[in-house]
């Protein structure tokens, strides 16, 4: 059972280029985030979606887009990389609260290391 | 908006101490509060969260409201331990949007 699957592990981009990280989980959750931990500070979250077709901004969503065709998969695209955007970026997954106790923990992947020089 | 503070980057104790990882958060509402955890070379993962009252490999953490703290602590510190922590606040049931704090990186000496 892989979870949920970043790729890929490493990159680096000039300034300007583009790229799509992807995110994909076998665990059929319906809920997916995308986060970036920058040095020292905590995740911050950057777009999420509650399920196939919907997607919603988080706190930092400038400068990316994400689309949600299938349960599965939830890839998160940069269009014109800049310095900012440096960053070591996690997607996770979780489900839904069935059992009413509180909700599910969120599955997290090992995450894409991002440089843009 | 909602903010976790962890005010200790660093945590060093020796093995068999007590160990105990601060969190404080604003937030106007009641929140649901989460411990999430990331061993080296392993994914973050939940390790407890206040609404199950669990204790989770020897650690317990209690939400205060009146103090907005929720405190991870562990009273005999054990090597595997060692790790980081990152405490969350999630605004309310239905949100599923967690808010993280900076994280403390726990050494556990021998």
């Known amino acids: 059972n892989a979870g949920v699957t970043q790729t890929p592990k490493f990159r680096i981009l000039k300034i300007g280029q583009s790229m799509t990280l992807q995110c994909t989980q076998d665990m059929n959750h319906n809920y997916m985030y995308w986060y970036r931990q920058d040095p020292g500070m905590g995740l911050k979250l950057i777009y999420y979606?509650?399920?196939?077709?919907i997607t919603d901004k988080g706190e930092v969503p400038n400068g990316y887009n994400v689309s949600r065709s299938t349960t599965e998969d939830f890839p998160l695209r940069l269009e014109l990389a800049a310095p900012s955007q440096t960053s070591v970026y996690f997607c996770a997954s979780s489900t839904d609260d069935f059992w009413g106790i509180g909700n599910q923990p969120q599955h997290f992947g090992d995450g894409t290391r991002l440089s843009i020089l | 908006a909602q903010r976790v503070t962890q005010p200790e980057k660093l945590l060093s104790v020796f093995k068999g101490a007590p160990v105990e990882l601060k969190c404080n958060y604003s937030y106007s509402g009641s929140p649901e509060l989460f411990w999430y955890v990331q061993y080296s070379r392993q994914r973050l993962q939940l390790l407890l969260r206040h609404i199950s009252r669990e204790s989770i490999k020897g650690f317990t953490a209690d939400l205060n409201k009146g103090e907005t703290s929720f405190h991870l602590k562990k009273p005999f510190a054990q090597e595997e331990d060692s790790a980081m922590y990152y405490c969350?606040?999630?605004?309310?049931?239905?949100?599923?949007?967690?808010?993280f704090g900076a994280g403390t990186t726990v050494t556990v000496r021998a």
């Open positions: 969350a606040l999630e605004p309310c049931s239905n949100d599923y949007k967690l808010s």
């Open positions: 979606s509650v399920g196939a077709g």
